[in-house]
């Protein structure tokens, strides 16, 4: 054995000691001719503190996104009071809006968090979707207004508090990243139950105003959330493929898998967003007046909980391939979104599908993160997380707006639910072309029976000389290339 395996060996048997006895502090490792190599403490008080504020944020911000639904049946029932022969297609757009903004600023919300820091990042969005919905109790129903301060001020402060949030994950959590992250991702489902009856109990006692107030104040606890987001890896190791002033990383387009991720995955979203904004009217005009049109979106919520707890765990078995999950996932929702016209006048059916469809969201929502540090590591994740909901920023906006206008020119939902599920079937059934990208690496196996070293076991040892053998396993340090499976080979003896 070489002088290079020689030390990862031994410092390999120091982290296990350090696990043993408790120790969760951050740890740099270095060999000989090497970068250091950042690990993630992986636990500790202030690692599940930043899961906990990271938990909030998103569930903060997506119960409200998630629930405007009720708002698009009460600006719709105001416009049609107004005799507003448009009344679906305009409310929707608000909540379009917010969703499209959401997305469309989430590659800037990258590139400044990288520029500027963490904290920095979501203090400000903090602040600025707090300040839209302030100013959006003084619209009332000024539905112009409106897409101003609560679709684009509101979508804004949102994109630059949610991208930060997911990616502050990967400087606390590593070898359970897929579980910390569908825990914390789990915060939209656990808000979407609550906030969908207490924004509909808002707009009958306090009126749209103060609805809007509460919510304000709701939101601005994300600023104090945004003070605990403390990066523990500061100073990257690397700086190769990065320019315009070290903020924006190129060398994640270079990455063949995670584009034709990148760009399947938005494809398949352009139906994801219509059944949480237009269910609720669906219901009251396709079932009898005792049928409760919020309670198919609260349970979305609560079986995308589940489903986002479960797929999390699951996703950090040995040899389970998350892409393929998420395929499966994106497969199902479009089958099920197809369906839904289906249970009209069945309100049990219907029951049935959101149950369903809210368990495959789970398992979607949950991989999105623990894919992106798969695919491009540690360093390229937070902007590969923004990009991706960049390019996610369109068809979100466009499915909910185009649903409405089929509803305003067909008085039925029959044909916007059907079109809504032909995107995420194609995507998910084009997203096997993943596999037909040639990697210049083999992807570490995530069997934990298997030794780190094994891989360069099974490499041409006339090609790995000394400290070589380890910058081509790492580049250099963890989590830094784009063909390295991100979960680490575990030893059987580190958990207790």
Known sequence: MDDAQNNLVNTHSIDIKNMQNGTKSPKKLSDAGNENCFVPPDGGTRAWVVMICSFFCNGILFGIINSSGVFHKEFSRYLETMKDSE?????????????????IISPVAGVLTDAIGLRTTTFLGGAIAAGGLFLSSFCDYNIEALYFTFGIMFGLGGALAYTPSLAILGHYFKRNLGVVNGIVTA?????????SYFIDWLLKNAKI??????LAVLVAGIMGCALLFKPLNTKS????????????????????????????????LFGYFVPYVHMPKFVEVGFSKDADGKLPVTLIGITSLIGRLLFGYIADLPRVDRILLQQMSILCMGVLTMLIPAS??????LVVISLAMGLFDGCFISLLGPIAFELCGQDGATQAIGFLL??????????????????????SYEKAFIYAGIPPIIGAIL????????TSRTPLSNDPSEEPLQYHKNLNNEHLKGTHALDIRTNGKICSSDTVDDRPEEEPNIRQ
Request: aromatic fraction near 16%; proline fraction near 4%; charged fraction near 15%.
């Open 344 to 349: 009209e006048g069945s309100f049990p059916w």
């Open 431 to 438: 997203l096997f072309s993943v596999r037909c990208v040639k």
């Open 209 to 214: 105003a103060w609805t809007f107030r509460v």
């Open 390 to 411: 960049g390019l996610c920023s369109m068809p979100l906006t466009l499915g909910p707006f185009l649903a409405g206008m089929l509803y305003d020119q067909t008085s």
């Open 237 to 268: 190791s690397s700086k190769k493929g990065v320019t315009f002033s070290g903020a924006f990383n190129i060398s994640i387009w270079k990455n063949k898998r995670y584009v034709i991720w990148a760009l399947l995955v938005p494809f398949s």
């Open 187 to 195: 915060g939209s489902s656990t808000f979407t139950v609550i906030m």
């Open 87 to 103: 009344a679906s297609r305009k409310a929707a757009l608000v909540e379009s809006l917010i969703m499209g903004t959401v997305f």
